[in-house]
């Protein structure tokens, strides 16, 4: 019962209105059926493949679930990842944003990803060109900006990204601001196991959380 535990815990020590959401890629049905009878809600997963094959095992429940894809996505897998999630949080570009407005019969909420530390080889759109984006996106008739999505980059110490969320948060309430029609600005997903506090410190609504609940990855 190790994995509930640590999310009773996590739980306990947050605000009400951060929303926890599992990082699962890599764990089992068991492990995450483990989180949703302790009353997960919302399960990120990082790819297409590896989502149906856990949607699959874990059967009806899944229907309760909100599924946050987390990963990049291809545009090789967009029908595919339409049946599966409910939300995307990755979108980073108005090729895909436009290819996914294609493939839609009902609205779909969607994050900004922010690429806040500026690093060539990471996705997400870097700061200076999120507004731009979003106008953009906001023309899609089915796609719903919500908010935004941020990584930052890895540090050994956490306090270190605490500036990249603070830029984050900072652009998320310029984007609000702006009163762009079909955009809001709710959810800011950001803050991982290792700096989760500082995250909502700096004005995350949405944690998502692997290795603290389920212990380090094989
Ligand atoms: C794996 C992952 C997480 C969770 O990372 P942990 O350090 O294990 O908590 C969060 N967000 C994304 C996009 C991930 O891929």
Same mark, same amino acid.
């Given at each position: 019962?190790?994995?509930?535990?640590?999310?009773?815990?996590?739980?306990?020590?947050?605000?009400?209105?951060?929303?926890?959401?599992?990082?699962?890629?890599?764990?089992?049905?068991?492990?995450?059926?483990?989180?949703?009878?302790?009353?997960?809600?919302?399960?990120?997963?990082?790819?297409?493949?590896?989502?149906?094959?856990?949607?699959?095992?874990?059967?009806?429940?899944?229907?309760?679930?909100?599924?946050?894809?987390?990963?990049?996505?291809?545009?090789?897998?967009?029908?595919?990842?339409?049946?599966?999630?409910?939300?995307?949080?990755?979108?980073?570009? $108005?090729?895909? +944003?436009?290819? /996914?407005?294609?493939?839609?019969?009902? %609205?779909?909420?969607? #994050?900004?990803? *922010?690429?806040? =530390?500026?690093?060539?080889?990471?996705?997400?759109?870097?700061?200076?060109?999120?507004?731009?984006?979003?106008?953009?996106?906001?023309?899609?008739?089915?796609?719903?900006?919500?908010?935004?999505?941020?990584?930052?980059?890895?540090?050994?110490?956490?306090?270190?990204?605490?500036?990249?969320?603070?830029?984050?948060?900072?652009?998320?309430?310029?984007?609000?601001?702006?009163?762009?029609?079909?955009?809001?600005?709710?959810?800011?997903?950001?803050? $991982?196991?290792? +700096?989760?506090? /500082?995250?909502?410190?700096?004005?995350? %609504?949405?944690?998502? #959380?692997?290795? *603290?609940?389920? =212990?380090?990855?094989?």
């Amino acid at each position: 019962m190790t994995i509930t535990k640590n999310y009773q815990r996590i739980r306990a020590e947050i605000p009400d209105y951060v929303t926890i959401v599992t990082a699962a890629k890599t764990r089992t049905a068991d492990e995450v059926r483990e989180l949703i009878d302790a009353g997960v809600t919302d399960i990120g997963e990082n790819y297409v493949q590896e989502t149906e094959e856990i949607q699959k095992q874990l059967g009806h429940d899944i229907k309760r679930m909100h599924w946050h894809l987390i990963g990049h996505l291809q545009a090789n897998k967009i029908n595919k990842a339409l049946k599966l999630f409910d939300t995307i949080q990755t979108l980073d570009s $108005m090729k895909l +944003a436009s290819a /996914i407005n294609n493939h839609l019969k009902q %609205t779909l909420p969607v #994050l900004i990803e *922010i690429n806040s =530390g500026r690093e060539p080889q990471k996705t997400g759109v870097v700061p200076e060109e999120a507004e731009k984006l979003i106008r953009n996106i906001s023309t899609l008739e089915k796609i719903s900006v919500k908010g935004l999505m941020t990584m930052g980059p890895r540090f050994g110490n956490p306090e270190n990204a605490r500036l990249y969320y603070r830029e984050t948060k900072k652009l998320f309430d310029h984007i609000d601001s702006l009163d762009i029609p079909g955009v809001e600005m709710t959810v800011l997903s950001m803050g $991982m196991s290792n +700096a989760y506090h /500082i995250a909502i410190e700096e004005g995350s %609504t949405m944690i998502r #959380l692997g290795t *603290i609940l389920f =212990g380090k990855r094989m």
